[in-house]
């Protein structure tokens, strides 16, 4: 079946390193795929996306990375702060508008080490 | 930013009891949709809404669920037979508009426990 998943359930790093956060998808059709971060008590909050003809994209101190052969997806974090500390996750969107729907990833646990 | 609203944030219900989660979506925005999470799983699809009407729905989505838009502002969420498995984190969401690359804006949640 299809799905969209997180390789390891939990991250830690020192605060200041760069963190990666890395997704597998299993839908070659795939064509949008969005990050998200969720921190404790709150929805899911839009990170950064990227479409399924473009390789990188970057935004502020984030870095979103996509191997279309090998199906995966990564986050990249620069000088990871403490404010970082969440649960991440990857999703894909199918479609647009009404049809528009988001799979969701297990979520990967983010802790920052002061 | 605008936010997408949420209540209540905790709900607590006996089995078997009716529930109305309610949402008020981003003003300007057409599409709304209800996920919910259960504690340490990932995020899933409940039903997407346009136009008054469902658009799509996944198999949680059963009879038990239903969706209304009673007003200019509100979109809520009724189960109508709690069951303990229903026990989650509900988010409403929208979207503004039909581009695939358009952000989808989550509310804060409502936690639903069914005792």
């Known amino acids: 079946g299809e799905s969209v998943g997180l390789h390891l359930p939990t991250l830690s790093v020192q605060e200041g390193d760069n963190s990666i956060i890395n997704c597998a998808y299993s839908?070659?059709?795939?064509?949008?795929f969005i990050w998200y971060k969720q921190e404790s008590g709150k929805g899911p909050q839009f990170i950064i996306d990227?479409?399924?003809?473009?390789d990188k994209r970057q935004g502020q101190r984030v870095t979103v990375l996509l191997n279309k052969t090998v199906k995966h997806l990564s986050l990249q974090i620069a000088a990871t702060q403490p404010g970082d500390s969440a649960v991440y996750f990857c999703?894909?969107?199918?479609?647009?508008?009404?049809?528009?729907?988001?799979?969701f990833g297990k979520g990967i646990t983010l802790s920052v080490r002061p | 930013e605008p936010e997408v609203t949420q209540t209540p944030s905790h709900q607590v219900t006996q089995m078997g009891q009716e529930v109305i989660l309610r949402c008020v979506p981003i003003s300007n925005h057409l599409y709304f949709y209800w996920y919910r999470q259960i504690l340490g799983q990932k995020v899933e699809f409940l039903v997407s809404?346009?136009?008054?009407?469902?658009?799509?729905k996944s198999e949680i989505f059963d009879d038990q669920f239903s969706v209304e838009r009673p007003d200019g502002s509100n979109f809520t969420l009724k189960i109508r037979s709690t069951k303990l498995e229903d026990s989650a984190m509900y988010f409403c969401?929208?979207?503004?508009?039909?581009?695939?690359?358009?952000?989808?804006?989550f509310g804060s949640g409502t936690q639903l426990s069914v005792l």
């Open positions: 999703a894909e969107n199918r479609a647009a508008g009404a049809n528009s729907k988001l799979t």
């Open positions: 839908n070659s059709a795939s064509d949008y």
């Open positions: 809404f346009y136009n008054n009407e469902i658009s799509e």
């Open positions: 969401a929208s979207l503004r508009g039909t581009t695939i690359n358009e952000k989808l804006f």
């Open positions: 990227i479409r399924s003809n473009m």
